[in-house]
Every structure is written in C-alpha cells, then in structure tokens.
C-alpha cells in the first residue's frame, strides 16, 4: 500500500510544478499591468526587472508553508490517509479553477483558491467520516475552523470598496496636480511626487515583501516595525533629493523609475509571501509521508497530530527550482497574457473593441451616475467646472492605435503607489486584503477617475468588473464544491479514482491548452483585420478587394455546407455551421468597429473612399445577415424534429447551391486575382440566377396547392428562398458598387 502514496507524492510533485504555472499566469497580471499598460519601458526591461523580483523573492523566502498552519482543519482528527486525499484534493482543484480562469482571461487570488480548496476537502471528508461513525453532525467543528472562510469574504468585500475609493481619489487628485500634459509641471512636482511614491514603494517592500526573507533578523523586523512613522519620514526626505536628482542630473523621468521599482517590489512580495500556495501542500505532504514511515503504523490508524505540532519548511532547492519555473512561465504563458489584456482593456484610456457586452446593472448605473453629475453640474459654479475638465483635456493620439499605451504614466504610478500602500497598511494591519483584489480594483479606480469611463465605454468596463469580482465569488464557492466532490470520490473510489482523476486531469489540461492556442490564433486573425497604415485610395480598393474575396469564399462554404447538411438532417454539422457564421459576423463586426480609426488615418486625397469603404461594409453585413437566416432557420427546423423537406425540395434547393457556388467561385478569384475587368461578365449573371430563385418560389406555390402537407415545411422553404433572394441581391450591389468606384478611380488617373 505504500507504493501508492509514493505515486500520490510523485503526482502532488506533478501538480505543484502545475500550479505554479498556472498560478503565475493569473498572478502576473498584479505586478505587470502598470508598466505594461504604460509602456514605460520596454517589454524585455519590464520582465527582466519582474524577473529579478521574482527570483530574489523565491530565493530569499523563509519557505514557510503556511497553507498546512492555517487553522483550515485539524490534522488530529484526520489519519494519513485522510490527509493525503485531501492534499491531492486540493491540488487538482487548484490547478483545474486556475486554468479555467487563465483561459477564460479573468484575475483571481490563488490564495482563495487554495484556502477554500482545503475548506471543501476536509469538510467533505469529515462529513464522509462522521457519518460512517454514526456521530452528531454538529462534531464537524472539531474537524473544522471556518474562521478563515469568512475571512476570505471580508477580504473581497473590503478590497472592492476600499482600493476602488482610494484610487479613484489619489488619481483625480494625481491628475488635477500634473494633468495629461505632464510637462507643464513635471519640473516642479515630479520631486515631490516622486519622494511620496519611493516612500510607499519601499514602505511596501519593506513591511509585505520582506516579511519572509531569510536575511533579515527578527530583531530588524521588530525594529521596522516599531520605527514604522520613522522610517516613512526618513524616506520622504530622502526619496524627495534622490527624485530631484534623477530628475535634474542623470536625466531619467521619474514616472518611469517609479514604475521600474514598483514593479519589482509588487514581483518580489508575490514570489515571497504567495509561492507557498503552490508548493506548500505538496510539501505538507511530503512531510506527512516521513511522519508516518516513521511511526510504523498503518495509513489509517496513524492520526496527524505531528503535522498539526510542526513547522513545514521548503528546504533551498525546492525555492530555487520553484523560482524557475516562475520566471520560466512569465516568459512563456500565453495565458498570463489574457489574463492581462483582460485588465488592460477595462482600464485602458483610449477608444477600441470591448471585451464585455452590457448588462441590465451596468446600465442603470451609468444612468445613476449621469444623474449625479447632472445635479453636481447644477451646484457646482461653471467657472470651477470649466477650470477642472481643462485638467482633463487629452493630448491628441498620433501614430497607430496599437503602439499607443492604455494609459499614461501618472496613472501607472498611481496604481503601483496606492496598491502598496493598502498591502503594506493591510499586512500591518492584520487586515485580510488580497493583493489580487487590491491591484485591480485600484486600476479601476484610477481608470474611473481618469475620465477613461466615458459614455461611449462605461456599461461595457462596469459590465466587466462585475464579471471580475463575480468570478472573485466563484472562485470560492467552486473550490469549496469541486475539492469537496474529489475527496469524496477518492475516499470512496481509492486507488481506481486516483488512477481516473489523474487520468482526467492530463486530458483536461491538453485540451485546454487546445482551445486556447485557437482562441489565440482567431484572435490574432481578428487584429489582423485592424489595418491602420492604409491611407491612399488604391490601398482602399486592395483591401476592400481582400475582404469581399474572404467573405464571398466564406458564404459560398457555409451557403453549401447547411444545405447540404439540412438535406441529411444533420443537427451537429448544423451547430457547426452556426458556430462557422459567427466566426464571419464577429470579423465583419470588427471591421465595422475600426472604421471610425480607419476613415480618420486616411490622407485628404482620400477621403472620398470613405463612403464607399462604409457602403461595402454594409454589403457584407447584409450578406452576413442572410446567411444568418439561412442557418439558423435550418437549425431551429432540425432541432424541432419537423418533417425532413421532401425530396423535390432537396433537389431544388442543391441546384441553386450548384450555380451559387459556381458564381461566388468566380467572384472570389476575379477579388483575389484583383481582375476587375471580369465584374462586368459577372453582373451579367444576375438575371439568370434571380430567375431561377423565383421559378422555385412559384414550384412551391403549385406544391401547396395541390401535395404539400407541412406548413413547417413550407414555411421554411419560402424563407431559405427569399433570403437566398437577398443573399443575391447583396452580392449583386456590392459588385455594381465596386465596379463604379473602380471605374471612378480609373476615369480620375487619366
């Protein structure tokens, strides 16, 4: 029976290397948005610093393993075995939650996610217990501390009011003072700026990011700790002279130094206080694996009360590998990126696609908030108003969308500052704050503040956050359940359920990782479509030409493939379909949404092309549109369980397929090729193709009146005819439209 709780360490050791992975993909986003967003430095200067943090960190923590002494349950009432099934519990919940949350691109605090883990497991498993001994229910209090649970909700509610409040207050007041043209009293306010930043920074590092460093004495921490007044005064004047000098002499702007710091700082205190929650239960079990080798009794009569009596501490090695592997995933994780970009794109200052849709709450929000402002409008005295929103006036962009920061670098300060400070104070405090919760939630004060909520974006960013704190919840609740029904199914299932969870777990992650290098890929077709460096007329018609080539290709597959489908009754290649056409709408949309950034780059000798950029557009939609019809009507006649189309239907219905595919062939390779001149054979077509959809529509009027039966079928019939019609008609106009403006554009060069 030994071998097994070898392999289960082999698989803990597994799943710690995993989760660390998996961990610094959603933690990354804390130390890394304000310098990313900002782009103060380069890419590689940031993650070299965040590097370097992060290894100094890893190496110097004291590797206390606090997640197996945090009073989550009593190891006395669990034996060995009990023990070893809750830790591989709670690492396969562990790695699982943050997966799904990296794929999905939201932030989470691993540690709510290793505590509540933990929570599920051992309360699953005391229940498990004390109902195969006949005992109270009310006896789970011995097993069980739910002291740190409620703690967790107490962190997620303070952290959301707080640091979204001091946020949104130091960076009004931060923009008031330096405005967006930060030259205009950079020289007389940078140093002053600059001492109150360091000094929050260092404060930070000082009281969170050293807590658990190993080269500190207790005696200088009990020294800080009592001189923390002190310290802060010392610092100001320090970091003041230091930020002129910077300033003054070595040249260096000192946002961006503040930045370089705070980075490392923030990337510090995260591999120093955080990494436990990967690799402390696997060391917690390692440990409770030597305690009852030693004891030589069997797995379920030796009870853990000498796991419960001792401190687990991370031998070197186990930190420097770790710190490895963080840096190693920082590097590499294209989750980390989501994750990221999900933040950026709630914060960010300028106009662009939004990752949220609105929602019922975001919107009667926005409507509050207007009529606050209404009323603060009528009070407040116009000449302040007037005074304040010229602080406010934003420098205008030039250059590409793309190579623009989200933000500026006040705000990127502001974030880093008023986030240590809250850690620092809440570490100091005893207060349960997350460094999760708090870093986000100030970006999203400071965003607010930053007038970057305006309302063209505002019900989208307040759609997003709520999405980001349900998913706070969530993390929590599913941790608790999930870890719960694993323990139970090992408990009950034992060496088979182990073999099947591990199992399930290697087909879980290589699927994931499938669907999210997709996601990757079809997100990157998508920018691709954001051309912004067209500016003169003949790349207009190249690129128009581009697009209707792709989206003609596109009908003709998906026009064939559902009537195709729709003949065999095919409900799954049906979905398929569906899922194929809105790949296409999501590609028209985002054309659609660059269009405002498109038509503005364009140089005066083009602006002529606009219109007739915006009319092909609407064509496409159109012919989106139409397809749309097709497909889902085909869907929702299958999906009914209606009766089939008879067979002279089918056939009718493939013919108009045949010619269609042949017609749209042509066109596709006449854009592709840019062979205009074949426009004018192609129009000549469109009678002919017209005439045939109208003779079916006249068949089926004779059916009805003589064999047809099915007013479903019917029905249905009549619309997939009338929107091939359309579908037509579209194709047509925007063939007339393009041979006009080509022929526009010749008539002009001579």
């Not at 519990?89 to 949350?101: E, G, H, N, Q």
């Not at 009529?371 to 304040?388: C, D, H, N, R, V």
């Not at 089939?644 to 592709?672: M, S, V």
């Not at 007339?736 to 022929?743: D, N, S, V, W």
Request: proline share 1%.
């Amino acid at each position: 029976m030994e071998q097994v709780y070898v392999l289960m360490l082999i698989a803990l050791c597994v799943l710690a290397i995993t989760d660390l992975m998996v961990g610094v993909s959603n933690d990354a986003v804390n130390f890394l948005n304000s310098s990313l967003g900002s782009k103060a430095v380069s890419f590689k200067t940031i993650m070299i610093v965040a590097s370097v943090g992060i290894a100094v960190g890893a190496l110097f923590s004291s590797g206390m393993m606090e997640i197996a002494r945090n009073g989550i349950f009593d190891p006395s009432m669990f034996n060995f075995n009990d023990v070893m099934i809750i830790f591989l519990a709670v690492m396969i919940t562990d790695v699982i939650l943050l997966d799904i949350f990296n794929s999905l691109g939201l932030p989470t605090s691993t540690t709510v996610s290793i505590i509540f883990s933990l929570l599920g497991a051992s309360v699953f498993l005391a229940l498990y217990k004390i109902v195969g001994l006949g005992d109270d229910l009310g006896t789970i209090y011995e097993y069980i501390n739910t002291k740190k649970a409620s703690e967790i909700v107490y962190s997620i509610l303070l952290s959301v009011m707080l640091s979204f409040s001091l946020g949104t207050l130091v960076q009004y007041l931060s923009r008031i003072v330096f405005t967006f043209h930060l030259e205009k009293r950079y020289k007389y306010a940078g140093a002053i700026f600059g001492g109150l930043a360091m000094t929050a920074i260092t404060f930070f590092i000082l009281i969170k990011g050293l807590k658990s460093v190993t080269f500190i004495t207790d005696e200088a921490k009990d020294w800080i700790k009592d001189n923390q007044l002190l310290i802060i005064g010392y610092n100001i004047i320090i970091w003041t002279i230091l930020s002129q000098f910077i300033m003054s002499v070595i040249k260096m702007n000192i946002f961006k130094f503040i930045i370089i710091i705070g980075t490392f700082g923030l990337a510090l205190a995260f591999a120093g206080n955080d990494l436990v929650n990967f690799i402390g239960v696997p060391i917690a079990a390692y440990q409770a694996y030597e305690f009852y080798i030693a004891s030589g009794q069997t797995a379920e009569n030796f009870m853990m009360t000498p796991l419960g009596e001792s401190d687990i501490k991370a031998p070197m090695f186990f930190l420097a590998f770790a710190g490895i592997v963080m840096v190693f995933t920082l590097w590499t994780s294209k989750k980390a990126r989501s994750v990221i970009d999900t933040e950026m794109s709630l914060s960010r200052q300028g106009e662009g696609a939004e990752k949220y849709d609105a929602n019922h709450l975001s919107r009667y929000i926005v409507r509050g908030a207007m009529y606050i402002g209404g009323a603060l409008s009528f009070i407040m005295p116009k000449s302040i108003q007037e005074k304040i929103d010229r602080q406010f006036i934003k420098p205008e962009v030039v250059g590409k969308l793309d190579d623009q920061p989200n933000f500026d670098l006040v705000r990127a300060s502001v974030n880093l500052i008023v986030a240590s400070v809250l850690i620092s104070i809440g570490t100091s405090m005893k207060l349960p704050l997350s460094t999760t919760y708090v870093t986000f939630m100030v970006a999203m004060g400071s965003s607010f503040a930053d007038r970057a909520w305006d309302r063209e974006s505002a019900v989208y960013r307040i759609a997003g956050v709520f999405n980001v704190i349900g998913g706070w919840f969530i993390t929590a609740l599913a941790a608790f359940l999930f870890s719960g029904l694993v323990a139970f199914l090992l408990s009950y299932g034992q060496v088979y359920a182990f073999v099947a969870l591990m199992i399930f777990v290697a087909l879980f992650f290589y699927r994931s990782n499938q669907l999210h290098s997709r996601k990757v890929k079809a997100k990157e077709e998508l920018k691709k479509l954001r051309r912004e460096d067209i500016v003169t007329i003949n790349e207009i018609i190249n690129e128009s030409s581009h697009q209707i080539s792709q989206a003609i290709t596109n009908a003709k597959t998906i026009y064939s493939e559902v009537i195709a489908n729709l003949g065999l009754q095919d409900l799954n290649k049906l979905k398929e379909n569906r899922k194929n056409l809105k790949k296409v709408e999501k590609e028209i949309d985002e054309l659609k949404n660059n269009v405002y950034f498109f038509i503005k780059n364009l140089d005066e000798t083009s602006l002529e092309a606009s219109k007739f950029y915006v009319i092909i557009l609407g064509y496409l939609q159109d012919i989106a549109q139409s397809l749309n019809f097709i497909t889902q009507n085909s869907f929702s006649h299958v999906n009914n369980n209606h009766k089939q189309l008879k067979f002279n239907q089918i056939r009718d219905l493939k013919l108009i397929d045949t010619h269609l595919r042949d017609y749209f062939e042509k066109i596709g390779q006449a854009f592709e090729n840019k062979d205009f001149d074949k426009i004018d054979l192609l129009l000549l077509q469109k009678d002919v193709l017209l005439n045939n959809v109208s003779d079916l529509i006249q068949k089926q009027i004779i059916r009805i009146r003589t064999t047809e039966t099915s007013p479903k079928n019917s029905k249905l019939y009549f619309g997939l005819l009338l929107e091939t019609n359309d579908l037509i008609k579209s194709t047509i106009n925007l063939l007339e439209l393009f041979k006009e403006f080509h022929h526009h554009v010749k008539t002009k060069k001579k």
